[in-house]
């Protein structure tokens, strides 16, 4: 099993990224698909979700308007688009995948928001 992020950048306040987590290795199209993210000194946060057919997703609050989660389900891949960020965005940015009873996690991918 394998989830391998990548993306992740130095980026200006106000500018965009999108992230990509490929998966291998289960059946992607059977599992809730998340991305979390960790700053330093800070506590590891749940970012965005999209369920197993990508029906429904959920944000933080922090990302809300800004940030949009997407999978395509042919390519085992979950996206992670994120539009005018900020400085208080930059973080290692993972994506974890969840069913059957499994619970994977990715490397991480780092993303820097800054002038």
């Known amino acids: 099993v394998l989830l391998v992020e990548s993306g992740g950048s130095l980026v200006q306040p106000g500018g965009s990224l999108r992230l990509s987590c490929q998966a291998s290795?289960?059946?992607?199209?059977?599992?809730?698909m998340s991305w979390y993210r960790k700053a330093p000194g800070k506590e590891r946060e749940l970012v965005a979700t999209?369920?197993?057919?990508?029906?429904?997703?959920n944000y933080a609050d922090s990302v809300k308007g800004r940030f949009t989660i997407s999978r395509d389900n042919v390519k085992s891949t979950v996206y992670l688009q994120m539009n005018s960020l900020k400085s208080e965005d930059t973080a290692v940015y993972y994506c974890?995948?969840?069913?059957?009873?499994?619970?994977?996690w990715g490397q991480g991918t780092q993303v820097t928001v800054s002038s």
């Open positions: 999209i369920t197993s057919l990508g029906g429904s997703t």
């Open positions: 974890r995948a969840r069913g059957s009873g499994n619970d994977y």
């Open positions: 290795g289960f059946t992607f199209s059977s599992y809730i």
